[in-house]
Structures are given as C-alpha cells and as structure tokens.
C-alpha cells in the first residue's frame, strides 16, 4: 500500500510539473515576434544590448529607460509619437527583454551606471535627455547626477531609489528562496495577476499586454537575472546625488499608484533644483501603457518647453 501511494505521488508531481513546466523561448523566437522593425544590437560591456534608435538623427535625444520586469516595448505607443521629433533611444536594460544576463550576473548600481553610460557613449551622443520609469527611473536620476551638463532635461516617472531613512541598507527586491521556482514554473495567471496592481483600471491590462510581458520574462536567462537584481539591489542614500542634478526635471505619477506611492513625489521635489510635479488622476504604475495619451501629453510639453525640438 505505501508504494502505491508513493508511486501515485511520483505520478501526481510528474503530472503537475508537466503542465506547468515554463522553459525559456528561444531567442530566434522572441526575435521574430519583436526585433522588427528596427531593432539595432551594440557590444557593451559584454552584453548585446538591443535598442531602437527612430527619429531624425538630427533631432535632440531622448533616452527611454524601462522598469523591472519590462522591455524597451513598453514604450511603443511613446516613440511612434515622440520620434517625430526628437531622436528616440530605447534599450533592453541588462537582466531584460533580449539584452539577457550580466555575463558578470553584477546587476548592483555602479555597473548599472557604468553600463548606461558606456552605451550612450558608444553610440556618440554629446547630449541627450533622459525618460525613465521606475527602476528606470532611478537609473536615470543616477545617470543625470553623474553625467552633469550632459543631460539637458529629464522626466521621472514614478522612480525608484527613495526609501526612508530606515530602510537604507535594506533590499527591497529581495525574494524568498521559494521564488527560484519561477525559473521552472511561471503560469501566464500569475503574471497577469502580478501586473493587475499596476494598473488603476485592470481592464487596460489586455491580453496582448500579458502575452508580451509573459513572453520577455521567458527570454533567455531572464528570469535568473531577475532573482539576482532583486538579492542584489540595495538602498541607498539618494540626496547627496540628486542635490548635484541641475536639468530641469519633470517628476510624472499617477496619483493612484499602489507600487511606488505618489506621495513619494515630494521628497525628490525636495531636493532636486529644478522640478516640477504632475500627478494624474485615475492611473497607476504603468502610465506608458495605462491611457498612454495622458502621461505622453505631460511629456510632451515640459521637454518642448525644455528642448529645441525638430518641428
């Protein structure tokens, strides 16, 4: 009888792994749902960064950084409207979409600085100014601090990088052991369900948003790199940074994100020198892909404010 029921569970975990087993895509695969048109792939760093470059070369430069768990896609509605004006950079950051892993799994903040910087140097731009969401917008904000007069203009939208004062030092993303299973299992609810809360009407999470994002996070390697930016990310003090940025910056929220609190809006407006703030009502996290045309018109008008555009 107890080898029965031993072999009806080995059956059982069988069955249950089988169904929801969840191996990566195929680059080639992913390549093709989403490389085209125009995705560009630069050496940096030992990565093979993959990009868009769109808009007249002529044009001032807006470089678009992404958030945690997303791609250099969550942008599209964005860029086909920006670039008709301004020269349009957006990338994979490193641990995402098809740029894939750190081949030195070193995803703290320095190497992300480095690695930013390396890029927007390889590609020979002078100047430009910086859009980032989240994550991507606390690369940003590091990337301004440490580049200077480099940066002529930057939006912030729901940054990350501000904890208070107690939680310096800790790790915010830091997962529990029982998380490394994503790597085998990742049912395509779950991620759905993880995306809900980003958005303040769940019903503009549409299923080719989730089979997008679904999609990325089965890119190759992805999901380990994920595991390790979330050990190895650590909060620091940003004052001492943000107090050196002189472009003006416009700090974007909506005012019902439940991820990185609008409240937070305050604290960067506290210290850095020029910014301005606009929180918007009835959004959440994701304002690029939540009523895009809201956040986009925000942008639009501070950076033709700020910047000489291409008319």
């Known amino acids: 009888m107890t080898m029965k029921w031993v072999f009806m569970g080995v059956l059982i975990f069988a069955a249950v792994v089988f169904a929801f087993w969840t191996p990566d895509m195929s680059a080639i695969d ?73 081949p030195v799994n070193d995803y703290s903040e320095d190497k992300d600085l480095a690695t930013l910087t390396h890029f927007v140097d390889k590609l020979g731009i002078a100047e430009l100014s910086v859009v980032g969401h989240s994550m991507g917008g606390k690369m940003a904000w590091m990337f301004a601090a440490d580049q200077g007069p480099r940066v002529k203009a930057m939006v912030l939208m729901a940054p990350d990088g501000y904890p208070q004062a107690k939680d310096i030092g800790s790790r915010p993303y830091a997962m529990p052991a029982v998380m490394g299973l994503m790597k085998l299992f990742l049912p395509k609810y779950l991620v759905r369900k993880s995306l809900e809360p980003a958005f303040f ?75 301005q703030t606009v929180l918007l009502p009835n959004l959440g996290h994701l304002l690029q892909e939540e009523q895009s045309h809201l956040g986009l018109e925000q942008v639009t008008q501070f950076l033709n404010k700020k910047l000489q555009a291409v008319k």
């Open 30 to 102: 992913l390549e093709k749902r989403y490389a085209k048109p125009g995705l560009e792939v630069v050496e940096v760093d030992g990565l093979n960064i993959h990009y868009k470059d769109t808009g007249p070369k002529s044009a001032p430069v807006l470089l678009l950084l992404h958030g945690f768990g997303s791609s250099l896609q969550t942008w599209d509605d964005w860029a086909a409207q920006l670039d008709k004006h301004y020269r349009v950079i957006r990338l994979d950051l490193p641990g995402f979409g098809l740029t894939g892993p750190s």
């Open 201 to 275: 009407d769940p019903t503009a999470l549409d299923e080719r948003l989730v089979e997008r994002y679904y999609d990325m996070l089965r890119a190759p390697g992805v999901r380990g790199a994920i595991l390790e930016r979330g050990q190895q990310t650590i909060y620091t003090d940003p004052v001492p940074r943000l107090k050196k940025i002189t472009a003006p910056t416009l700090l974007l929220w909506g005012q019902d994100d439940l991820m990185i609190p609008s409240s937070n809006a305050q604290s960067y407006a506290g210290v850095l020198a020029n910014a």
